[in-house]
């Protein structure tokens, strides 16, 4: 199985094995810049959340899945079809590879493409060469 790497939100880089579930959610909190229907891509992990105080969480009902942000759009349309373009290229990879969110686009860069300065630093273990 290829190793990918998911460019969040945020700039950061999740493995994407990690990742069990891509959906949408309208966005909680707008930004200065945001219209009332904003919607973004999350993307639900396979490390659970909680402050490891196991009696705590399992009455505060915290302990579950933990999810980050990997795009955030004007319409929930739009937002759709970035989560189904990611789930596709995620199936179909047989390549190690980056994945970014670009505007109205998912882009897949061969992890030996070092002409951006925000690659992942575990990019260099995945060269074959």
Do not use: C
């Not at 700039?11 to 909680?28: F, S, Y």
């Not at 302990?63 to 290229?89: F, K």
């Amino acid at each position: 199985m290829a190793q990918l790497w998911v460019k969040t939100h945020g700039g950061d880089w999740l493995r994407a094995d990690q990742i069990i579930e891509i959906g949408t959610e309208p966005v909680r909190e707008r930004g200065p810049h945001e219209g009332t229907g904003a919607v973004e891509v999350v993307a639900r992990l396979a490390v659970a959340t909680g402050t490891g105080q196991w009696d705590y969480d399992r009455g505060s009902g915290t302990v579950g899945p933990s999810s980050r942000v990997l795009g955030r759009y004007s319409s929930g349309e739009t937002a759709e079809r970035m989560a189904d373009q990611l789930v596709l290229i995620l199936l179909n990879a047989n390549k190690n590879a980056q994945i970014t969110f670009d505007d109205d686009e998912v882009r897949v860069r061969p992890v030996h493409d070092r002409t951006a300065h925000d690659a992942p630093f575990n990019g260099s273990a995945l060269d074959p060469h």
